[in-house]
């Protein structure tokens, strides 16, 4: 049975909203496989190296007035908890939200895409960039799905 496990942070509810949209399409498409959902409040050092596939999924957010960061609760888990992982080439997906009233628009990608260089980690696929009201963008996240299905194959 493939496993993927699902480490997100959300502020005000819309990178939730976005990992409950692609987690519901996955159980009624992909029977077969075992999905596991975690904040990354509670998340733990050993957690990241859970399921065949890991995700990724945080807001693009401000720390100390900077803005461009990730959200406070990934940032704690990634820079501070899982700062010594290795992901052993682990295939990993990532989704970012931000939005375009910010000049960082959309740069939790780099953030994410940084630490996966420095923890051995594979982007198996192009980040899921959703960029302002996630609202009405649930087309996006369900297409996306299926190109983060191709991950399972390349765990193999
Ligand atoms: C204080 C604050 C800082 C933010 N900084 C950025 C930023 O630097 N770049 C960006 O693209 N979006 C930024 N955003 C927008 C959020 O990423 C966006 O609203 C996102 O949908 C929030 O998702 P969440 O509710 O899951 O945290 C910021 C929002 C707030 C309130």
């Known amino acids: ?11 005000s509810g819309n990178t ?9 399409h996955l159980s009624s498409t992909q029977k077969d496989l075992t999905v596991s959902v975690q904040r990354a409040e509670e998340a ?3 957690d990241i190296n859970k399921g065949d596939v890991l995700l990724l999924a945080s807001s693009t957010w401000n720390y100390d007035a ?7 609760h990934m940032r704690e ?10 992901l052993s080439g682990k295939p990993v997906g990532l989704i970012i939200l931000g939005d375009d009233r910010y000049y960082y628009t959309g740069r939790g990608t780099e953030r994410f895409m940084q630490y ?11 980040p899921l960039i959703i960029i302002n009201d ?6 996006k996240v369900v ?7 191709g991950c399972f194959t390349s765990s193999e």
């Open 77 to 86: 888990f990634l820079e501070k908890r899982a700062k010594d992982a290795d």
């Open 134 to 139: 996630p609202y009405g963008q649930e087309e």
């Open 1 to 11: 049975m493939p496993t993927l496990h699902i480490i997100y942070a959300s502020t």
């Open 143 to 149: 297409r996306w799905c299926d190109t983060l299905m």
């Open 66 to 72: 900077v803005e461009g960061y990730l959200n406070m």
């Open 44 to 46: 733990q050092a050993e």
């Open 116 to 126: 996966l260089l420095s923890h051995n980690g594979k982007s198996c696929t192009m």
């Open 16 to 24: 939730e909203h976005v990992v409950e949209t692609l987690k519901e």
